[in-house]
C-alpha cells in the first residue's frame, strides 16, 4: 500500500506523563540545506552543542543561519490529503496534503529593504527552523542531527503591503513545506537545553563601504560605511567600529593577510585603515569583523 512499511505492523501507542509540546510559533531562521563543501547543515545532536551566535556569524554564508523578526498571525495550515474514490466508495490514500506557513512582518520589521532580502531566498535551496513563543527550536530529528525543515523554495512569496487608515506596514510571508517531509520527524530543542531564548537571535546587518577619490595610501585606505536602511539620501551610517578586531584586511593580489595597525572614524560613517605598506596596484579586500555584521569592499593600491 502507499506510505506503508510492510514489515511493521501497529505502532505501540502508550505515553510517558511529561511529554514536552511546541508551543505557538514565533520566527523561523532559514537555513542553506546544502553548504558549497557539499556537507548538509544540521545540528549533531551527539556533539557539543554550538555556541549559537556563532551560527549566524558564520564567515561562510552557505553555513550561515539566518534568523527572522517575530512574525504576527501565524497560520500553519494543513491541506486535505488526496485521495481516489471508487463509484462503490472505496477510498485510496494518494499522499498526504502539504503543509503551508502564513505570517506577517510589522511596521519596522516590514521595510522594502527587507522585502529584497526575503525575494532572494527563492533563488536558494533551504529549509528553516521554527521557533516557538517560549524560545525553542524546532527541526526535524534524522540519524543524529536536527535539520532544518525543508522548504519548497518556489512557492516562497514575501508581498509587501502599504500601510493604511487601520494597518500598519507590513510583509506578509507565505510558503509551502516540501511535500516529502515527514512531519513525525520533528524534535525540539528547549530554551533549557540550548542555554539560549531562540527568540533572541538576530540576524547580520549588512555593511554598504564605498571609497572616494585619493582614498588610498601604500599603507592605510579610507571609505565610507552605510548601512542599507534609511532613505534615498541618507542612508544609515555604520558607526563605532573603531577597534582593530572589527576588521579584516586580506591581500588578495598577494594571497595574505594584513594585520590592521590603526582605525580612525572622521566623521562618522568614515574610516581609516592603517596597515604595513603594500605594492602599487595590490588588491585588498576590507571586510566588516564586528559581531553582528557583514560586508566587504576591494580597494587598490595607487
Do not use: H, R
Given at each position: 500500500m502507499i506510505g506503508c512499511n510492510?514489515?511493521?505492523g501497529l505502532s505501540n501507542t502508550g505515553r510517558p506523563g511529561c511529554v514536552p509540546l511546541f508551543s505557538i510559533v514565533s520566527s523561523l531562521i532559514l537555513v542553506p540545506l546544502v553548504a558549497n563543501d557539499g556537507t548538509k547543515n544540521g545540528i549533531d545532536l551527539n556533539a557539543v552543542l554550538p555556541v549559537w551566535s556563532d551560527l549566524v556569524n558564520e564567515t561562510d554564508a552557505s553555513k550561515r543561519w539566518f534568523p527572522l523578526a517575530a512574525f504576527e498571525n501565524v497560520e500553519l495550515p494543513k491541506a486535505d490529503s488526496q485521495m481516489e474514490e471508487a463509484a462503490s466508495g472505496r477510498m485510496a490514500f494518494l499522499r498526504p496534503g502539504k503543509r503551508s506557513f502564513t505570517g506577517e512582518?510589522?511596521?519596522?520589521?516590514?521595510?522594502?529593504?527587507?522585502?529584497?532580502?526575503?525575494e532572494a531566498a527563492r533563488c536558494v535551496d533551504f529549509g528553516v527552523y521554527v521557533v516557538d513563543v517560549n524560545g525553542n527550536l524546532i527541526g526535524s530529528e534524522v540519524n543524529g542531527f536536527l535539520y532544518p525543515?525543508?522548504?519548497?523554495?518556489?512557492?516562497?512569496?514575501?508581498?509587501?503591503?502599504f500601510a493604511t487608515d487601520t494597518t500598519v506596514q507590513k510583509i506578509m510571508l507565505g510558503f509551502d513545506f516540501n511535500r516529502l517531509f515527514d512531519e513525525s520527524t520533528m524534535y525540539m530543542i528547549t530554551e533549557a537545553e540550548a542555554g539560549i531564548n531562540f527568540t533572541?537571535?538576530?540576524?547580520?546587518?549588512?555593511?554598504?563601504?564605498?571609497?572616494?577619490?585619493?582614498?588610498?595610501?601604500?599603507?592605510?585606505?579610507t571609505f565610507d560605511a552605510k548601512l542599507q536602511f534609511g532613505t534615498a539620501l541618507n542612508?544609515?551610517?555604520?558607526?563605532?567600529?573603531?577597534?582593530l578586531t572589527d576588521w579584516t584586511l586580506f591581500n588578495v593580489t598577494g594571497v595574505i593577510p594584513i594585520a590592521v595597525t590603526s582605525v580612525v572614524e572622521n566623521p562618522d560613517g568614515t574610516y581609516t585603515l592603517g596597515?604595513?605598506?603594500?605594492?602599487p596596484l595590490d588588491v585588498i579586500r576590507v571586510e566588516v569583523s564586528k559581531i553582528g555584521f557583514d560586508g566587504e569592499t576591494l580597494i587598490t593600491m595607487p
Open positions: 510492510c514489515n511493521v512582518l510589522w511596521a519596522e520589521d516590514s521595510t522594502p529593504t527587507t522585502l529584497g532580502k526575503l525543515i525543508p522548504v519548497d523554495a518556489a512557492s516562497w512569496n514575501p508581498t509587501f503591503a533572541t537571535l538576530d540576524g547580520l546587518i549588512d555593511v554598504i563601504m564605498t571609497n572616494g577619490v585619493g582614498a588610498a595610501t601604500f599603507d592605510d585606505v542612508k544609515l551610517l555604520y558607526k563605532g567600529a573603531t577597534a596597515f604595513a605598506a603594500q605594492l
